[in-house]
């Protein structure tokens, strides 16, 4: 019986033996009986099923004390496996009086004699594992489970997805944008908590039975479970190879390549059905059985099968995408894959992945980095759903800068760096392209594609020559990382070019000239400001205003300074570009403005944006900063 399911929540009883669902809501008992009373002998019908009624949805044993209807089955069945048992899938939920009601479903037989259940011990590989590998569980979130083969990269991008087949990551019930989980449903049903990404693009014919999926809020390894080898190059299977496979139910198998060029016909149910699909065959390696005679199972599609070097051990090369089995009624045991080339040609992607992001030394913004410790922003609750996670946190690491990337408007919320004075080395710009940070999805990044033949700049949020301080490997490298689109903003060149005379990107100098900076060291936190009726171009909202905030310490006193700049991109179409502004502001007026929360030392370090509060005087009313002697420092 395979199963589908919410996620788990805690139920509290109440006088009247009222129970909570997992939306909080009260549920009568006498509805739940009489809803087992009047529809109990029906699933009874399914032969599978040995009994159902109401009880505490169970997690490793444990009660969770959510009410469900209860259902127990004489076998939990391999994803691929229902129609084999004539059984039926358990909806995840039922609707009883109005309310929803979740499911549960436990393994159990039931006889007139006393006997105990073993305990199913616990299977790594169909758990939820952060960084995520190959040969562990995976699934469209309508589906049950398959197997992650190998991480990949965009061919043209280099953005990370995820390798498995068609049936496991979209299915006859899927499409294209579907939830990815992992694990997949039926080995973990709490899908909002195992969200990874979603499905990109898909494949079923003679190239293969192929799909891949993006990486959002999950790391990863390419290291397969069990096996210890990261894949680095595509094969070509001949007749005798022998190879070896990690999937997620059969874990470690061996087998021979005993048939190429291979079409079988593959009924995939449903409205899809017979499909035929390219490949090859692979047998049971007589010299490594499978310790229950079976080289593959229900859940082991998705599986990478990688050649066997001549002292036994695997290789990085990969021989094929494992995508079916023997019927269950066919006395041999055989497996299919697809071949590696044409599985990656037709979803345009690579195995070689682009360099990680790391810093020779002081990775990302420094809370530290003055003798008075200060905090990123943080995001107002309604802020929280559009922000990327990279490795499930929220707060994505370059070298000297960090930021939290706005996946709806493809810009950051914010921005934070430190600026060494003392250290800044003079480094060339030359030969450093604009790109797209390879660990984020490029869906959710504002390429090239925004900014050629128009008059919009490629505007670094974080500034260049900030960030290139330090040893003189750590300086080429945060030269490099201040590239990366996330960091980018599109800025008329009116303003953001410095030969044009605008004031904003010469702050930063400002603090330098004008103030006795402790250690010559400042901190900085900088980024657009949204808003819902910003100009769409090229199907991208742009900002026409952007906020910086500056921090540094004088005297041991830490002080504030905000600003915000508003542009006039109404012209933009008609390439007549309008004036600039700058204002001196409140750091709580860039809260207001931007969904942020700033802590209170730095707030209390803003003096001149509190007299500003205080008079209550609109920022139309003010009069914008025209030269560096404007600013007020104190």
């Not at 595509?234 to 291979?262: M, Y």
């Not at 899809?272 to 007589?286: K, L």
């Not at 070019?497 to 603090?511: H, R, S, T, Y």
């Not at 910003?534 to 600003?563: C, H």
Request: aromatic share 8%; glycine share 8%.
């Amino acid at each position: 019986m395979v199963k589908k399911d919410k996620g788990l929540k805690s139920a509290s009883s109440t006088k009247n033996k009222n129970k909570e669902n997992e939306k909080g809501q009260l549920i009568s008992m006498e509805d739940l009986k009489e809803f087992v009373r009047t529809r109990g002998s029906k699933f009874l019908k399914d032969p599978n099923i040995t009994s159902v009624g109401i009880g505490y949805k169970q997690q490793d044993g444990t009660s969770t004390g959510e009410i469900s209807i209860q259902f127990t089955v004489e076998t939990k069945a391999q994803p691929e496996d229902i129609k084999t048992l004539n059984t039926t899938l358990i909806p995840k939920s039922f609707k009883i009086n109005g309310k929803e009601v979740s499911t549960d479903v436990i393994q159990r037989k039931y006889t007139v004699e006393f006997k105990l259940i073993k305990e199913v011990s616990t299977n790594e590989r169909k758990s939820r594992m952060d960084p995520m590998v190959p040969g562990i569980s995976i699934s469209n979130v309508k589906g049950s489970a398959g197997t992650i083969g190998c991480m990949v990269y965009d061919k043209d991008t280099g953005s990370p997805y995820i390798l498995s087949n068609w049936h496991v990551l979209h299915g006859s019930n899927g499409e294209i944008g579907d939830d990815i989980v992992q694990p997949g449903p039926h080995d973990d049903n709490r899908a909002h908590l195992n969200r990874i990404g979603k499905l990109e693009r898909s494949h079923l014919g003679h190239a293969g039975d192929c799909a891949i999926c993006t990486i959002e809020n999950r790391s990863f390894s390419n290291a397969v479970i069990d096996l210890g080898v990261s894949i680095d190059k595509l094969g070509e299977p001949e007749l005798g190879d022998k190879v070896i496979k990690s999937g997620r139910t059969t874990g470690v198998t061996h087998g021979i390549v005993s048939r190429v060029n291979t079409i079988a016909k593959i009924d995939y149910g449903g409205l899809i059905g017979n499909q035929e699909v390219g490949g090859f065959e692979i047998g049971i390696d007589a010299a490594n059985p499978p310790d229950n005679g079976e080289i593959s199972m229900g859940g082991d599609s998705g599986s990478v099968w990688i050649f066997k070097l001549d002292n036994g051990k695997p290789s990085t090369i990969m021989a094929g995408l494992h995508f079916a089995g023997e019927s269950s009624n066919n006395p041999t045991e055989y497996a299919i894959a697809c071949y590696p080339k044409s599985v990656f040609e037709k979803l345009q992607i690579k195995l070689a992945g682009p360099n990680l992001i790391e810093a020779e030394s002081g990775i990302g913004f420094s809370p530290n980095f003055l003798s008075i410790p200060i905090d990123n922003p943080r995001l107002i609750e309604e802020n929280k759903d559009k922000v990327f996670l990279l490795n499930s946190s929220d707060t994505i690491d370059y070298t000297h800068f960090s930021l939290a990337l706005n996946k709806e408007r493809k810009f950051p919320f914010w921005v934070a760096w430190n600026i060494d004075g003392g250290n800044i080395k003079k480094i060339s710009r030359t030969g450093i392209s604009f790109i797209n940070d390879p660990r984020i999805p490029a869906e959710f990044q504002a390429g090239d594609e925004l900014y050629s033949t128009n008059k919009l700049d490629r505007g670094h949020i974080a500034r260049r020559a900030d960030l290139v301080w330090g040893s003189l490997t750590e300086a080429k490298k945060a030269n490099k990382d201040s590239f990366y689109f996330t960091n980018i903003c599109p800025q008329m060149d009116k303003f953001n070019q410095g030969n044009k005379g605008g004031i904003w990107g010469k702050l930063e100098d400002a603090v330098f000239e004008e103030v006795e900076v402790e250690n010559l060291r400042i901190s900085l936190f900088g980024g657009p400001v949204f808003h819902e009726d910003d100009q769409i171009y090229r199907n991208t909202k742009l900002p026409r205003e952007f906020w910086k905030v500056i921090m540094f310490v004088e005297n041991q006193k830490l002080k504030a300074k905000g600003f915000l700049l508003t542009q006039n991109l109404d012209e933009l179409e008609a390439l007549e570009l309008d004036d600039f502004k700058v204002f001196q502001v409140a750091l709580s007026e860039i809260e207001t403005r931007c969904g942020l929360l700033f802590d209170e030392v730095i707030k209390s370090a803003d003096s001149f944006g509190q007299k500003l509060s205080s008079k209550k005087i609109l920022i139309q009313q003010r009069n914008p900063i025209e030269h560096i002697e404007d600013l007020d420092w104190t």
